[in-house]
Nanobody
Framework: VQLQAYGGGLVQAGGSLRLSCAAS????????MNWFRQAPGKEREFVSG????????RYKESVKGRFTISRDNAKNTVYLQMNSLKPEDTAVYYC???????????WGQGTQVTVSS
């Protein structure tokens, strides 16, 4: 499985971005999909995850109500809609997939999100 994340950019605080992660292969619906982020000097952290059918979602507490994860299994793509962005959301965002929750076998290359104050 190869993952390609894109959609990052520079946005002002309060703005929005939508990240996308496209996966290769025909088994996309067999994977739990996740978004992580890593800010400079900090460890990589879990941001959000979505179950194989899309019916279950999980979020880091600080992004609840602002970020929405979704997936389109027909397009082999997972999305992260980010609204009301804050400077502390600045990071490189990565998508990751695994066969179960808490499993991250495959990683994308990351896309930079910068939120200016």
């Amino acid at each position: 499985v190869q993952l390609q994340a894109y959609g990052g950019g520079l946005v002002q605080a309060g703005g929005s971005l939508r990240l996308s992660c496209a996966a290769s292969g025909s088994t996309f619906s067999s994977y739990v999909m996740n978004w992580f982020r890593q800010a400079p000097g900090k460890e990589r952290e879990f941001v959000s995850g979505i179950g194989k059918s899309g019916s279950i979602t999980r979020y880091k507490e600080s992004v609840k109500g602002r970020f929405t994860i979704s997936r389109d299994n027909a397009k082999n793509t997972v999305y992260l809609q980010m609204n009301s962005l804050k400077p502390e959301d600045t990071a490189v965002y990565y998508c990751a997939s695994g066969s179960n929750w808490g499993s991250y076998a495959y990683w994308g290359q990351g896309t930079q999100v910068t939120v200016s104050s």
